[in-house]
């Protein structure tokens, strides 16, 4: 089934997202910095979305370019090191921006560390805004804070922008209850709840961040940003990924 079929035959289930992206993905077959063609393809896949009506926050990380933990862990301290990473995504940030706007896509960035020449101050009530006018707003710097990951980040903003999910972008195809990597028979999740998740230890996003979502019941959806029309076909409600939500036990991925 292709875009149009999607669109003629199904509603769209989420109607304001919060895209989470890791900066690895921008890096795309490299293993640092910004591969133009990856960040053009996500920007296609991005205006696709927005293409439909889809009001979209955008948190972006910073890892392809500096990450702090692994800085801090030889030996810088970690303070310096974690707004050394929040610099970093606001260069994402414009990148991500730069790219939409070749669309003619409206964006804003805004940062929670000041930058003011080049993005705007994180604001919540101009960020709903902005939203409301189907803008696209690129949320970078974190939380403004050190010791906050990323992901922390998308949990919170999404939460204060009252968006209806979380679609975390990565560079896998969902959970699995083993590492696939090492064991050829760990099967993939298409729904698991937060207590499933909790009990059984599945890493989906570091715990500041999961507590913040199933606190709020803010559902989560994790994919792999790589594959075809997937950020279209998960607005539109197809089976995609792997949906963490408040509801009770696990499904496995029939497909599989």
Same mark, same amino acid.
């Given at each position: 089934m292709d875009v149009d079929d999607v669109a003629t035959s199904k509603k769209i289930q989420?109607?304001? *997202?919060?895209l989470k992206l890791s900066g690895e993905v921008l890096a795309g077959p490299q293993k640092y910095g910004i591969h133009v063609d990856t960040l053009h393809n996500l920007a296609s896949e991005i205006a696709a979305v927005h293409a439909e009506g889809v009001e979209l926050?955008? *948190?972006i990380g910073g890892g392809n370019i500096y990450r702090g933990m692994s800085a801090a862990g030889e030996g810088m301290?970690?303070?310096?090191a974690d707004y050394m990473g929040m610099l970093a995504t606001i260069i994402n940030g414009l990148a991500l921006q730069n790219a939409l706007e070749q669309r003619d896509i409206i964006t804003r960035v805004q940062t929670a560390l000041?930058?003011?020449s080049v993005a705007e101050p994180f604001i919540r009530r101009k960020a709903m805004r902005h939203l409301e006018k189907n803008r696209i707003v690129i949320l970078a710097g974190g939380t403004g804070n050190p010791y906050f990951t990323t992901d922390t980040t998308a949990a919170l903003r999404a939460i204060e922008l009252s968006c209806d999910i979380i679609f975390k972008a990565t560079k896998v195809n969902g959970i699995y209850d083993d590492d696939p990597n090492r064991n050829a028979n760990a099967r993939k999740y298409s729904y698991v709840s937060f207590d499933h998740a909790l009990q059984n230890h599945l890493k989906i996003m570091d715990s500041t961040a999961f507590s913040l979502c199933?606190?709020?019941?803010?559902?989560i959806l994790v994919f792999n940003v790589a594959e075809k029309n997937v950020l279209?076909?998960?607005v539109y409600g197809e089976s995609v990924g792997t949906l963490v939500n408040s509801g009770k036990g696990a499904q496995y991925d029939g497909s599989e």
């Open positions: 989420y109607r304001r *997202v919060l926050a955008i *948190v301290d970690r303070v310096t000041e930058v003011r199933m606190d709020n019941k803010m559902p279209t076909r998960a």
